[in-house]
């Protein structure tokens, strides 16, 4: 168990690609932490860099209280699970949980206690004996975490381990890697572009956008004060609308001539409010609908109850706490 | 394409039988041939089914051989065949993956032009360079040896680039997977690419012997000491009688011989063959 310090941390690439820039992060020993963002932003490199499968052109990695720049992934007492699992696939699943520690010299009844103990946490014990092709996705899922577990590293780092498998046992898997990492209290760095997946299983969440980090924040945080409109437009599902001040003249505290973020789920039917939606689309959901339409000639989306009236046009009000302020040229928030 | 018309059955039979027939003739009439006499076959018809000297034929080329052409009994010339197929396969193949391992998995200067530097030699077959090789062989007084009649047979181009294109599947992770686990270069190499590679390697150790087995150009250059005759030119220089009809039912009892280790090799190593070249999975 350790602590995890990026101290800017970059990357250019030999053609002089920028990758990563000036990235600082610390990790609390036992902290789960989330980095999120769209495809191509970087947390992918970032995460191989901590692994030590990417080199480091700018900054320091360190792990527990050593620089790791230059050390072999082996040799940084991390374990990492990838998105297609990566087992070997002529080894058993014992053979798969024993290959690195065994390429350790770890003794043999040491091993034998410890693959013993993973597969029981994560009750893979009847398929030991099993080649990866005959599990299932999720079974190999385990598996690739079990791998990560018996090694007993200072971190897991986890690479989209749940990109690949169907929808329902995405939930059932993500509760149980929270729950496994509760349990074990090991640091923990995982990558992910999927926004829901990132707030459920966030102790912080890194939000990175073209190789910079926007935000570090509680999942709570990030969601209800997001720093930039990269944020705000990222984290929560519906995502905020953004609007300029313009298209809602009447609203209070429009007068700033910046951007204004509101949140679909944050609006209330109010017929003096100062929000005039014309409505263009419904999508229904089931226990919501959603609401599409245009405010002053912007696109805007609210979520209602699904037994709710609708017309041609709603006429809506926001809280005042819960109008968020950006600045229009650098999409900072405002206050 | 799903369809069941019995014409079309009938048909697609028809031409199967016919293609069968086409190669298994003269595989036919060759065994034929090698149970008769020497004068049953130069009296003008040539007959279809086995006469009564097969054993007295082949006792005979295993024993003593024919001593009016100069080759050596049979059995010592299968067992040269032999060494030098196995050397050229199992040499080829662990020159070719350890070279297809380095382009793969290295980054080292020049790596593409090693690379097109091996497949280059892929125009340069053994035929094209015979005399340069010759001498190469002569001057290293490698005439009449094992290593002479294996050796320059052993580098190729085709079998490295089999091997790049297998590695080239393999999928990154698994490479980083073994460097987090702690698997070094060769012991990558060993724990999980041979493995992973077995089919691969047993369909071209299939296509490898042949090969070897067959060759037939450069064993007749470079053996003049019959003691290292292999099979296939063997039977070339029997053919070959001075003075006399050639002794047709000897040659093709030994041509009949000849045939059975590449055909005993494809039968033993038929599904890892099959597997080998239609496999994809990692």
Known sequence: MASITLDNVGKVYPGGTRAIGDV????????????????????????????????IT???????????????????????????????PHMTVRQNLEYGLKNRRTPRDEIARRVEEAAGILQIGQYLDRKPRALSGGQRQRVAMGR????????????????????????TMRLEIKDLQRRLRTTS????????????????????????????????????????????????????????SRAVPHLPG????????????????????AIELKITAVEELGAQRLVHGLVGGEDFTVTMPSDAALGDSLTLSVPAQALHRFDKESGLRLD | MIENRPFLNILAHLVLIFGVALVALPVWVAFVASTHT????SSGTIPMWPGPHLVENYSRMLDAGVSTSGTPPVGQMMVNSLIMALAIAIG???ISILSAFAIVYFRFPLRNLAFWCIFVTLMLPVEVRIVPTFKVVADLGLLNSYAGLSIPLIASATATFLFRQVFLTMPDELVEAARIDGAGPMKFFRDILLPLSRTNIAALFVILFIYGWNQYLWPLLVTTDSGYYTIVAGIKRMADAVDGLPQWHLVMATAVMAMLPPVLVVVLMQKLFVKGLVETEK
Do not use: W
């Open chain 1, 24 to 55: 600082n992060m610390d990790i609390a020993d036992g902290e789960f932490i989330v980095l999120v963002g769209p495809s191509g932003c970087g947390k992918s490199t970032l995460l191989r860099m901590v692994a030590g499968l990417e080199s």
């Open chain 1, 58 to 88: 700018d900054g320091t990695v360190k792990i527990g209280d050593r620089v790791v720049n230059e050390v072999e992934p082996a040799d940084r007492d991390i374990a990492m699970v990838f998105q297609n699992y990566a087992l070997y």
């Open chain 1, 148 to 171: 990560a577990i018996v090694r007993e590293p200072a971190a897991f780092l986890f690479d989209e381990p749940l990109s690949n498998l169907d929808a329902k046992l995405r939930v």
């Open chain 1, 189 to 244: 760095l995982y990558v992910t572009h999927d926004q829901l997946e990132a707030m459920t299983l966030a102790d912080r969440l890194v939000v990175l956008n073209m190789g910079r980090v926007e935000q570090i924040g509680t999942p709570l945080e990030v969601y209800r004060k997001p720093a930039s409109t990269f944020v705000a437009g990222f984290i929560g599902s519906p995502a905020m609308n953004l609007i300029s």
């Open chain 1, 254 to 273: 429009s007068a700033h001539a910046g951007l204004l973020g509101i949140r679909p789920e944050d609006l209330v039917v109010d017929p003096a409010g």
């Open chain 2, 38 to 41: 020497a004068t049953d076959f």
């Open chain 2, 92 to 94: 080829k193949i662990i």
